[in-house]
């Protein structure tokens, strides 16, 4: 049986959370094609938390995906909004960056790569 690795079962409870998070958001939202992709967000992030604790390399790209497009959503709704002042720049930066970058990298490596395909 393979051995998962810390980082694994912290990034799959990362999807989870971001799931329950993107769920609030569509409670908040108004029943429209906006809270429908919510929805079906929040499912993904459920899937693919739940498949990457049980090391489907699949889940891997579907997060690994997730993490980009959430980089790119949170880049595009600060220009979007011309939202320049420094909080926003800090929040952008904790919030969208930094976690989808540490996640392409991390799941990328070439030993989480392996665990995956085994």
């Known amino acids: 049986m393979k051995q998962r690795p810390s980082g694994v079962t912290m990034w799959s409870i990362f999807a989870i959370t971001l799931c329950l998070i993107?769920?609030?958001?569509?409670?908040?939202?108004?029943?429209?094609?906006?809270?429908?992709?919510?929805?079906?967000?929040?499912?993904?992030?459920?899937?693919?938390?739940?498949?990457?604790?049980?090391?489907?390399?699949?889940?891997?790209?579907?997060?690994?995906?997730?993490?980009?497009?959430?980089?790119?959503?949170?880049?595009?709704r600060l220009f979007k909004d011309y939202i320049f002042s420094l909080p926003h720049i800090i929040v952008w930066i904790l919030v969208f960056l930094t976690p989808s970058i540490l996640a392409v990298f991390y799941f990328n490596k070439s030993e989480i790569k392996e665990i995956f395909t085994e």
């Open 22 to 76: 993107q769920l609030y958001a569509y409670l908040r939202m108004p029943y429209d094609f906006m809270g429908l992709l919510n929805i079906c967000i929040a499912t993904s992030f459920l899937i693919s938390g739940i498949f990457l604790l049980r090391l489907k390399n699949w889940a891997r790209i579907l997060f690994i995906c997730q993490m980009v497009y959430n980089a790119v959503i949170g880049t595009r």
